[in-house]
């Protein structure tokens, strides 16, 4: 059976599966779903509307699902906040829902682990195995692809995207995009090479993070136009598909990167 402390103050409009923990103090607000095998720890709230998967752990005084930190937003719009499964969300982590300007929701994937203090702001979106250390923070529309690490005190600007296997530094304050791949630390960040152990970890053979490592030599080391160097960049990856996430990250840049 659920087991919601005497204390807790469950709307009877949250639909709780049938083995969540809710800890002392905690409060679930209405149009909440909380999967199986979920807790939610003391002084923790979450509001709605929110989906939360499986296996997610809320620790104290978190605060989840409220509104947006937009003057633009006014209650009523259509906003949401979507929280996948197995994540870890520490003591005091604050997660706002989406706006209508912004599309409406924010998400984040799973197996991510969130520490003390972070913030997700509006309309951001988080991939898989994130990691986001002590008051790590992202602005509104942030996108943060998969397998991404985020030292404490960093922060990124509205609207940049971080891309997957990236690295981001200690008090790093991202003001334009990262590829995928890419290290970045240092007051202004800039790029350092190639997340290298991250790469080793996510099980990258040596000659994968060869290529890789050429790859970013053209695009942040040689004298060349950035059209120059996606262009062999691009003829590269049709041998070496783990440049394929590169080619498409950089086609789509809109804030150009960070440099």
Not at 15 to 36: N, S
Not at 85 to 114: A, K, M, S, Y
């Amino acid at each position: 059976m659920t087991q919601v402390h005497a204390t807790a103050i469950v709307s009877p409009h949250a639909e709780l599966a049938a083995d969540v923990q809710v800890g002392p103090y905690a409060v679930i607000g209405p149009d909440v779903e909380i999967g199986p095998g979920c807790r939610i720890d003391s002084h923790a709230v979450v509001e709605g509307p929110t989906r939360m998967g499986a296996r997610n752990v809320v620790h104290p005084h978190a605060a989840i699902g409220r509104d947006p930190q937009d003057r633009k937003f006014r209650p009523g719009e259509d906003s949401r906040l979507e929280i996948g499964d197995d994540n870890t969300i520490r003591e005091f982590v604050t997660i706002n829902r989406g706006t209508r300007e912004g599309g409406g929701v924010t998400r984040v994937g799973n197996n991510c682990w969130l520490m003390a203090s972070v913030h997700v702001a509006h309309d951001c979106i988080l991939g898989d195995d994130v990691v986001m250390a002590n008051f790590a923070s992202v602005a509104g529309h942030v996108r943060v692809g998969n397998h991404v690490t985020m030292a404490g005190f960093s922060g990124a600007h509205q609207f940049c995207r971080i891309g997957d296997y990236s690295f981001v530094g200690i008090y790093a304050g991202i003001t334009r995009d990262v590829p995928p791949y890419v290290m970045v630390a240092g007051q202004p960040p800039r790029p350092r090479g190639v997340n290298i152990i991250g790469l080793r970890r996510h099980g990258f053979d040596a000659g994968q993070r060869s290529n890789i490592e050429r790859a970013y030599r053209t695009l942040f080391r040689k004298q060349l136009g950035r059209a120059e160097a996606i262009e062999i960049i691009a003829e590269a990856a049709r041998e070496q598909p783990e440049l394929k996430l590169l080619t498409e990250f950089l086609a789509e840049s809109g804030r150009g990167l960070l440099r």
